[in-house]
């Protein structure tokens, strides 16, 4: 009986020293895997440059993107996707992000072949690029004070200005001319991420307005008119109202002339180019 014993403890060691061995070439895979990933970011998109494959990947991002980023890429319930190179993300990482997934999000892993996912992330970088052509006219200078008297309490360029709007140091980078013409004369029409209007009704009848920030179910942060970040639970709430219209005026031609939009566009396109300065 002792041998018995003996021999059952020693394949028990064998077997347990096996799932040890198991257990770290699995781990030393997962590391090997995870600094493959972070290396991606020089992979080059095989489609770079490809119109065919942009025009494919706008196809599929319209069934397959378009419900939560947009028609035009630039948010609804997911953020603006049109900023990404902007911002320095590789062709590589958007790439893995799409096939992943964001954890923790309602944004969904990929099972789609690797050609579709490239051609998706070609169509996405073809949106992102502006040509600066678009922007040579105007005064830059005179667009400067234009900003300064019009724009600057909501909006920063450079690290000056408020906060309650985007920063525009790098606008012209990511929108076209047609599109911050858009922005500018008919600010309503297209609302990021993060900059949507809610009116906020307290339990003693006050109404606080502001651009929404985050929400669960059982809170709200938003930012209001005086630019202090504010978070209050539903609870305190008596009403939480989405509104439709952005915060920001409509800047018609009778306020704000085709000339000095064209000002005010080259400015920002300077703070754009000496932002990208080394």
């Given at each position: ?70 028609a035009d890429a630039k948010g609804i ?21 799409i096939r992943l997934g964001r954890p ?53 360029v450079n690290g000056r200005g408020g ?116």
């Amino acid at each position: 009986m002792g041998s018995i014993n003996l021999e059952r403890h020693r394949l028990a060691r064998g077997r347990l020293a096996r799932v040890r061995v198991a257990l770290v070439c699995g781990l030393m895979a997962l590391l090997v895997q995870a600094g493959a990933r972070a290396g991606q970011d020089g992979v080059v998109n095989p489609f770079e440059g490809d119109a065919a494959a942009r025009r494919a990947g706008a196809a599929l991002y319209d069934t397959r993107c378009a419900e939560c980023h947009g028609a035009d890429a630039k948010g609804i319930s997911g953020p603006d996707l049109t900023a990404l190179w902007e911002v320095g993300t590789s062709d590589a990482r958007v790439f893995e992000t799409i096939r992943l997934g964001r954890p923790g999000s309602i944004m969904p892993s990929s099972s789609a072949p690797d050609d579709e996912i490239w051609a998706v992330v070609a169509y996405l970088k073809g949106i992102s690029t502006v040509l600066p052509v678009e922007f040579v006219t105007g005064d830059a200078d005179r667009g400067r004070e234009i900003f300064g008297s019009m724009c600057v309490r909501c909006h920063r360029v450079n690290g000056r200005g408020g906060h309650l709007g985007p920063d525009l140091s790098r606008v012209t980078r990511t929108r076209s001319r047609v599109r911050l013409t858009q922005a500018i004369r008919e600010p309503s029409a297209s609302v990021a991420v993060g900059y949507r209007t809610v009116t906020l009704t307290l339990r003693d009848g006050r109404q606080i307005r502001g651009v929404k920030k985050r929400e669960d179910v059982f809170s709200l942060q938003l930012v209001d008119t005086d630019e202090r970040l504010q978070g209050y639970l539903r609870a305190d709430l008596a009403s939480v109202r989405d509104v439709a219209e952005s915060l920001m005026p409509v800047f018609g031609s009778d306020r704000l002339s085709d000339g000095d939009l064209d000002d005010l566009l080259r400015f920002l396109a300077s703070a754009s180019e000496a932002d990208a300065a080394p």
